[in-house]
């Protein structure tokens, strides 16, 4: 099954072709707030280094968040493009699932982490298990690295941009109980060859993008919801009500005046 597979949801901007396991060909490059601009090219150089077209592949395959708003919307948006001119079936991957294919096989459960906003984390903890397949063991969450830390047990695998940012501050939280292993810089990076591998097995399985396609809306973490529980107000949730705010404002200043009635 040859399949394009695109990863967008971060700075680090990566296209591979694939068919089954073999990697035809791939770009990876550095492309923050660029990938409007880089993206098509990027998927014009592996075609040609491929020697293919898109009528001669068998589907498409997109990271889905969490992770950059911009680069998000630019990777489904030129994807759903080519599905619309192509009617190839389009596979949706969550990012976090995507960066736990980078090390398939390995036998700790898995922590990929990424940077969020004003020193919060997405995370989620994956596991492989013998020849089955991927496990979600915990789903894709958002808070602080305090919270980050305290959902993990056991021997854990914690790799990605937001263990490099944030390293010291999750460890300081974690439970004495916690062995963390880590692994090369290469392997932490999203990766659209791991979003390919991801993306064929559920093109095979049916799993086909319907025509509504959104970001993946990340469930807040259990430690968020004790916060705002407390009385307080969680980063989360002060994030979210100054959005609110916000769109209301703006849907005022938008909405027509009043018609005066002439009684």
Not at 158 to 172: C, D, P, Y
Not at 234 to 246: C, D, F, I, T
Request: charge should be neutral; glycine fraction near 8%; aromatic fraction near 4%.
């Amino acid at each position: 099954m040859k399949v394009l597979a695109v990863e967008t949801a971060t700075s680090w901007q990566s296209v591979a072709l694939l068919d089954d396991t073999t990697v035809l060909a791939r770009q990876d490059q550095e492309a923050a707030g660029t990938h409007g601009a880089v993206l098509l090219p990027a998927i014009e150089r592996v075609l040609a280094e491929a020697g293919l077209t898109l009528a001669q592949l068998d589907g498409l395959a997109c990271s889905i968040g969490p992770g950059s708003f911009t680069g998000l919307r630019v990777g489904a948006a030129t994807l759903l493009g080519l599905r619309a001119a192509t009617d190839l079936p389009l596979a949706l991957v969550s990012t976090l699932e995507a960066m736990a294919w980078n090390l398939k096989g390995h036998e700790f459960s898995l922590c990929p982490i990424l940077t969020s906003r004003k020193g919060e984390l997405y995370w989620a903890v994956f596991q492989w298990r013998n020849e089955d397949p991927l496990q979600r063991i915990i789903p894709e969450q958002v808070g602080p690295p305090q919270a980050c830390a305290q959902s993990l047990t056991g021997a854990i695998l914690m790799f990605g941009e937001g263990w490099i940012a944030m390293e010291s501050e999750i460890r300081a939280a974690l439970s004495p109980t916690v062995t963390v292993t880590t692994v090369p810089a290469d392997l932490s990076k999203p990766s659209a060859v791991s979003v390919g591998l991801a993306g064929i097995e559920r093109l095979r399985r049916g799993e086909i993008a319907g025509e509504e396609v959104a970001p993946v809306y990340v469930q807040r973490a259990e430690a968020e919801v004790k916060y705002e529980q407390s009385g307080r107000l969680s980063p989360v949730a002060r994030r979210q009500a100054r959005v609110a705010l916000k769109t209301t404002a703006r849907a005022a200043r938008q909405r027509p005046p009043a018609r005066k009635s002439h009684g």
